[in-house]
């Protein structure tokens, strides 16, 4: 088969007990390529009939698919993963002119999502949960792992090939049914993976897609038929996801927004350290979770560092996403541009020095496109707007600070803790770090802190509501309950 990459496209469908289906309200957007500004599809939102139809099916599947043995479940997931590598090309492209960023970004996020397929094929070793014999006179003891029902995740627009897939392989393999909701803003790469999943042999029923806003999202984390919700978003919906599900009695975990800390100490090597941090900071625009902008640096280095930062920083070249020569493509909507937007000036007003401005940039023949070029604050204080709230756009404030300890003390008075970098040469600086950093992905000497699929992912504070993360061996916990079963056969 062959996967559709040109638009326009046609609507995407849900995918319901292995059928193709329009949503069903009346309600619903188009799906707008950031660089053109023109639509390329549209996405309707799952009415509440919709909901109720996948949460059935899913119901109706888990009975036979909870009782399959595990080999025979990680069958279609190895036939995905195949399946994912023929078409990580046309993948790619669907996801670059409906996101924005550009191909290498695309090809990158696809082999983290393809990693976690390959790890959850791994779940006969992974599932299993101990047994110990003699655990008091004459008995043993052995937990077993048994999944519990339907699943869902809601996903945000900025890896929509890649997070569906943080949940998705780990829900299936342990023997539970998954309904994905994907981001109404750029739903066609999940509509892609699910031509995909079509053909990889999953009952139907098992794993299942509904498209849809707000209203959708409510619709399942309120059905009683849904026995957990996976979230990663922005903070405030977050925080509300968490609250809503878990009233309703369901697993949770919610990855919400973040502001990430990038710490230089004098014994870095600084030009190696420029280069990741503006990668980290600008790369996919800006618009992820693990951007680090916020640059503690110590005073000794910080004017060379931050001439180094510069220019690597105006070396960026800002274009369509298709286009081999482009480092930064466009932004997700003009609403979300003219967020960045107002975000720079609240820095101008607040009183950083802007050392760049990415404002004024043009791609040619790209005029409606929603671009913008790295820009850089030199003098930031840990009270400016830009260096408290995310702003998920390239921009990055350099701050200078005394030494490490008050490094650290600037990032852990921030309210989020999904992630942070430390650039040293120095162990004892390496390790105190390690130690003190209130933050769930720590790299050192590393730009962006992103785990392999066999780590969990998640952070602290405002940007994790919830106990277990996404990825790895956390989502068979989140995925399973564990039963006891103390055995004792007394000589009749
Ligand atoms: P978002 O919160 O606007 O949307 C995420 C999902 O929630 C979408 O599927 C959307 O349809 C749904 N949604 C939106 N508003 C809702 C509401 N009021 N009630 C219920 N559901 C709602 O996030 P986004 O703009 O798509 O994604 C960007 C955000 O995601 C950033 O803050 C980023 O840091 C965060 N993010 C976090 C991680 C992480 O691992 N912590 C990873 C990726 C992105």
Redesign the pocket.
Known sequence: MTLETTPPWDDVQNYIDGDWQAPSSDEGQDVVDPATGEAISYVGFSSSDDVDSAVSAGQAAFEEWSNTPVEERIQPLFELKQLLEDHQDELAEVLVREHGKTLAEAKGELRRGIENVEVACGIPSMMQAGHLPNAAPDIDETAIRKPLGVFTA??????PGM?PL?FLPYAVATGNAFIL?????DPVVAQRLFELIDEAGFPDGVVQLVH???D???GL?DHEGIQGAS????????K??YE?AAANGKRVQA????KNHVIVTESANLEFAAAKTVSSACACGG?????NDVIVVEEGVYDEFTDLVLEEAAAQTVGYGLDDATDIGAL?TPE?ESRVRDLIASGVEEGAELLLDGRDVEVDGYEDGNFLAPTVFGDVEPEMTIVRE?I?GPVLGLMAVEDVDEAIDVMNRSEFG?AASLFTGDGADARKVRHEADVGNLGVNAGTAAPMAFFH???RKD??FGDLH?QGEDMIHFYTDKTIYIERWPDS
């Open positions: 809601i996903t945000p627009f900025n890896f997070i943080w909701k994907p981001s109404e803003q849809g806003g707000v959708t999202v409510n984390l979230f990663v978003g922005s903070t405030p919906v977050a509300t996801v809503r990855q919400g927004g973040a618009e992820r979770c693990l951007a997700i979300h995310e998920f999904n992912f998640g952070g940007s994790f996404a």
